[in-house]
């Protein structure tokens, strides 16, 4: 009978620490030179051989805080894509494999949960995979900048004529006079 009993608090034991491991503890630091590290591996291992590999375009990763998470925007030779990763003192649940919805200030975007062998856990949101065959080099540089750039901008309203009007009056055909 004890033996059976030791056998359940290992297994209780064993349980918990797998939980705990799950449990995924964030960057002290910016991880974009992490995330190349990762790719340029992934690069060099898996995808370099496959028919939309776009051997001329450079591993980058931008990063920057948002809201104490790591968010930046990733460029391969396969793909381009937004990233966030847990910040300081941030600890994430394992959710591998689900798919969250964030609102940026650019707007509401859709990530799945998906994990680096040498990061760990991140979202990942793809802008354009496979990569486009006539895109240079330096226009995927450019665009890396432009998207980290936009991620944090806040939407811009036209004004004048062509300005949407989404006032509720005007939205239920009320006239606004």
Not at 58 to 71: F, G, R, S, T
Request: charged share 20%.
């Amino acid at each position: 009978m004890a033996q059976s009993h030791l056998n359940v608090q290992q297994d209780v034991v064993l349980k918990m620490e797998h939980e705990i491991a799950q449990n995924r503890a964030g960057f002290a630091t910016n991880p974009a030179s992490r995330l190349v590290e990762q790719y340029e591996r992934i690069a060099r291992e898996q995808m370099c051989n496959l028919p939309f590999y776009h051997a001329d375009m450079p591993i980058l990763a931008e990063c920057d805080l948002y809201e104490e998470q790591w968010l930046g925007v990733v460029l391969t030779p396969w793909m381009l894509s937004v990233v966030v990763l847990p910040g300081p003192d941030q600890c994430w649940p394992d959710r591998s494999g689900e798919r969250l919805a964030l609102q940026l200030p650019c707007g509401n975007l859709t990530f799945m949960v998906g994990e680096l062998p040498e990061l760990g856990q991140l979202l990942s949101c793809s802008l354009m995979s496979p990569l486009d065959p006539h895109l240079s080099a330096k226009e995927g540089v450019a665009l890396v900048g432009s998207v980290h750039k936009m991620l944090l901008s806040l939407p811009v309203q036209q004004g004048g004529a062509g300005a949407v009007d989404l006032g509720r009056r005007r939205l239920f055909g009320a006239s606004t006079r």
